[in-house]
Nanobody
Framework: QVQLVESGGGLVQAGGSLRLSCVAS????????MDWFRQAPGKEREFVAAINWSGGSRYYADSVKGRFTISRDNAKNTVYLQMNSLKPEDTAVYYC???????????????????WGQGTQVTVSS
């Protein structure tokens, strides 16, 4: 089993920045990729950013390209999401998810993921 714990959320004004972290523990050797999703009130969970554990290929939702950066620290079993130029529409609960298999476009299906964190709230005020 793998446990994922997110942190770094909070309240920030529009135009500000936050950095989220997601730490994996347990059978971390089985992780092939860790990605970020978010869910705003009344909306479905949506993909934000993805990174492969080896090679480091990165992918982003169009809505965050140029503003968000996903990175990883394999030694710390941690994935980060640096969020800059935040907008009120970025307000959501942010979740990290881990998968044991890297497939391109895995983020189109939640069933692609084996583990989910509990989420961290990000609120952007206008």
């Amino acid at each position: 089993q793998v446990q994922l714990v997110e942190s770094g959320g909070g309240l920030v004004q529009a135009g500000g920045s936050l950095r989220l972290s997601c730490v994996a523990s347990g059978r971390t050797f089985s992780i092939a990729a860790m990605d970020w999703f978010r869910q705003a009130p009344g909306k479905e969970r949506e993909f934000v950013a993805a990174i492969n554990w080896s090679g480091g290929s990165r992918y982003y939702a169009d809505s965050v390209k140029g503003r968000f950066t996903i990175s990883r620290d394999n030694a710390k079993n941690t994935v980060y999401l640096q969020m800059n130029s935040l907008k009120p529409e970025d307000t959501a609960v942010y979740y990290c998810a881990a998968t044991r298999v890297t497939t391109y476009n895995r983020w189109y299906s939640r069933s692609s993921y084996d583990y989910w964190g509990q989420g961290t709230q990000v609120t952007v005020s206008s």
